[in-house]
């Protein structure tokens, strides 16, 4: 397909239109070969996260619950032969690859960005019989499109209480969707209305380290199926889904004068895809430039727990009611999730063990005395100095019981653009994730399914793969 005149792109007289006009004319040819393959480690990264969930509670779980809802279906649940209807298969997916919160972060837009998106094209792709290429495209797209919606509210929807994820990943989604589904300029920018009524998601839990921030991505994907059905369909909805009196930047952002106008004028020029953090470690990602300042100041001042008298952790303001407040109940955090949402309790666990890795959200690690007698050394103030939110800068300030000072910043969090993890990185990360639940050829399986999806002539192959298990 040929790109979009620029006349006639310029001429649409909303955003929900631009995107809509955009996607209509999209195509993976468009898209430099780099940024197709970033795009196929963010999916594999994703889909192995998916398979790591199932050694974990909440998954079989909200597996269980979901498969009684509306009975077996045809389409795959990461790590499982159950095979669910549409929706539930995209709830379910989503549910399982944002569960650990180890999946990748569009940072400007302080959104997961492959957690929905991912799901949704697992399933859409499959029901339309779409080629690898095109369902790679369509998951490009729902990135792109997600990443500038996102960037406009510069941190505001989790300063007031939403979670981004939830509010943004539904849009993407809906035009991903149609995409697929082949939905014309005005259908397309219908869905994108009719998502503007179904998108959700509150940071409650924040509150008890309850589950339900996990389905906030599936939701998204499974309400965008809806979405775009509905307008395919005809189903009149509004235009203006983001600049309209009602729409989302001027509710949901109560009132903040910020600028949406030419977000959509650099599509097909500026990628945002390579701007997907995947990350190094599995708790929020805010936590993660502070994690690597304590690491690199023990192993640069050869530091022991003992040694720390007190540390502070350098942090924007407006990150701070996510991972830092209140302060006394994340410096005793109840479960692993409340554990991953915590600084104080991240910077101590990677200073008593040396390293974060899943294990340090284990019992053992949220009640080891020396953790927790750390934690409460461990406070944190603004840091002017911060580049949140185009980076999630971070940085650590320890008074040693010898009288030093040491100082530690972390500008560009590990796993951003100009520091992403290698092709070796992602791939051992994978590896790690898959291998309690795959055999070594099972996992090779599926990653080579998602990282040659582009030449598949449709998703039969990674459909079968993902349902695999040891």
Known sequence: MSAVPESSFQAATSLSQQFGQYATGFDLDQVPGEVREYAALCMADAIGIGFASHSYDFAPVSVKALAGLAGQGEYPVIGTRLKLPPRDAALTNGLLIHGLDFDDTHVGAVIHASTSAVPLVLVEATRFGASGKRALAAYILALEIDARIGQVAQGMLQKIGF???????????????????????????RAQGIALSMASGSLEFLEDGSWTKRMHPGWAASSAITAAAMAGGGFVAPLNAYEGRYGLYKLYLQGQDLDASGIAEDLGRNWEVPRVAIKPYPVCHFNHSSIDSMLELIKTHHLKPDDIKSATVLIHEKQADVVCRPEQAKRRPQNDYEAKFSVHFAVAAAAVRGRFTLAELEDDARQDPEILTLCDRITFRHDPESRYPQYYS???????TDGRTLEHREPINRGADSRALSYEDVKRKFDGNVSRHLTEPQAERVWNAVIGLADAPDLTELNQAIAARR
């Open 163 to 189: 979670h981004p994820t939830g509010m943004v990943g539904i849009f993407g989604c809906a035009v991903a969707a149609g995409y697929l589904g082949g939905l014309d300029e005005l259908q397309l920018a």
């Open 394 to 400: 971070g940085g650590l300030v320890v008074e040693t």
